[in-house]
Every structure is written in C-alpha cells, then in structure tokens.
C-alpha cells in the first residue's frame, strides 16, 4: 500500500483546487459541467479532511464539512 507524503497531499489539494476553478467557469457557460464540479467539491472535502485528520477537532470539522457538500466519498480517516 502506498502511503502518500504531506507534500504530495498538498500538491494534490492545490491541483484540485486550480481545476475547481477552471470547471467552475465551464459551469458559468453550460450547466452540465456542474456534476463535475460537484465531484471536484467532494474531492477537495475529503482531502481536506485527511489532511486535518492529524488533529481530531479539525478532523471532524472537515469530515462534517465534506458530509454537508455531499462528499459520500469521506472515508474512514481513523
């Protein structure tokens, strides 16, 4: 299994976050690119929530965060 590092996790986070922003402008200009989008939202939650899984208050926060954007793919970060 294959263990990722923090700088790749942030790596990963910020590629996420730069493609949210394009897919968001492809949303403005047609609206069936907003389940990707939505995907991209849930993608970040969840990394999101690895990442502050080092701290269980932030750990919780995030996996609330990412449960409330619909992000079913929120696993277990225990």
Do not use: C
């Amino acid at each position: 299994m294959l263990h990722s590092t923090i700088a790749d996790d942030s790596r990963l986070l910020a590629r996420l976050k730069a493609a949210r922003e394009t897919v968001a402008q492809l949303v403005v200009k047609n609206a069936d690119y907003a389940p990707l989008f939505e995907r991209i939202e849930a993608d970040i939650a969840a990394e999101e929530a690895k990442a502050a899984s080092r701290n269980p208050v932030d750990a919780a926060r995030a996996i609330i965060a990412a449960r409330r954007s619909g992000a079913g793919l929120v696993r277990d970060l225990r």
